[in-house]
């Protein structure tokens, strides 16, 4: 069974940084990209960034473009987001996602692209 599992969602001030893990298990991490989508209370999701299955190729939508970095450690099944310079904007819940096949990089937040998603975790920027 799939699991993954957000983490490191935090309280910050504006300009701060926070980095947000996902702990995957019960799949083969390294043959598939990944993905982190968030989404505000009341508003659908918005996809942030995709990650290719080896880690050497990244994309991120124009939100956090300049501002987030998506990264993995396969050997760890870990996905990673490192956000900087948040704004309050930024506060909504963070969800990483698995594409429904591997191999590819999802560049979109439609729930059919993926067959599993993290519970979430929550990143709260105000002063």
């Known amino acids: 069974q799939v699991q993954l599992v957000e983490s490191g969602g935090n309280l910050v001030q504006p300009g701060g940084s926070l980095r947000l893990s996902c702990a995957a298990d019960?799949?083969?991490?390294?043959?598939?990209?990944m993905s982190w989508v968030r989404q505000a209370p009341g508003k659908g999701h918005e996809w942030v960034a995709a990650?290719?299955?080896?880690?050497?190729?990244?994309a991120y939508g124009d939100s956090v473009k300049g501002r987030c970095t998506i990264s993995r450690v396969n050997d760890k099944t870990t996905l990673y987001l490192q956000m900087n310079s948040l704004k309050p904007d930024d506060t909504v819940v963070y969800y990483c996602?698995?594409?429904?096949?591997?191999?590819?990089?999802?560049?979109?937040?439609?729930?059919?692209?993926?067959?599993?998603w993290g519970q979430g975790t929550q990143v709260t920027v105000s002063s």
């Open positions: 019960g799949l083969t991490f390294s043959s598939y990209g």
């Open positions: 990650i290719n299955a080896n880690g050497d190729r990244t």
């Open positions: 996602a698995k594409p429904v096949s591997k191999g590819i990089m999802v560049y979109d937040s439609a729930r059919s692209a993926y067959d599993h």
